[in-house]
Nanobody
Framework: QVQLVESGGGLVQPGGSLRLSCVAS????????MSWYRQAPGKQRELVAQ???????NYADFVKGRFTISFDAAKTTLYLQMNSLKPEDTAVYYC?????????WGQGTQVTVSS
């Protein structure tokens, strides 16, 4: 089992920055990958960024060059640094862990980009 708790969302103006955090607990060191997803109103949940157990990162095209995913093993915390935010980045952001064929989800944190 893996438990995930996100934080760091909020309201930010276009062009601003936010850093999301996801504290992981449980069988975290046997996960294959950890990811950030997002879901905007009326849209499907989509992958934003992923980091594998081997530290390989992967980004959706719409965030490349703006967002950075990282994992601090000492703190068992996943981060998403979001820069140059756009109104279309507004969504609920979810932390995800994939372990032995099972996806685990956090409760989500709201990010709103608006002037």
């Amino acid at each position: 089992q893996v438990q995930l708790v996100e934080s760091g969302g909020g309201l930010v103006q276009p062009g601003g920055s936010l850093r999301l955090s996801c504290v992981a607990s449980g069988s975290i060191f046997t996960t294959s990958a950890m990811s950030w997803y997002r879901q905007a109103p009326g849209k499907q949940r989509e992958l934003v960024a992923q980091v594998s157990s081997g530290a390989t990162t992967n980004y959706a095209d719409f965030v490349k060059g703006r967002f950075t995913i990282s994992f601090d093993a000492a703190k068992t915390t996943l981060y998403l640094q979001m820069n140059s935010l756009k109104p279309e980045d507004t969504a609920v952001y979810y932390c995800n862990a994939f372990r032995i064929g099972t996806y685990y989800w956090g409760q989500g944190t709201q990010v709103t980009v608006s002037s």
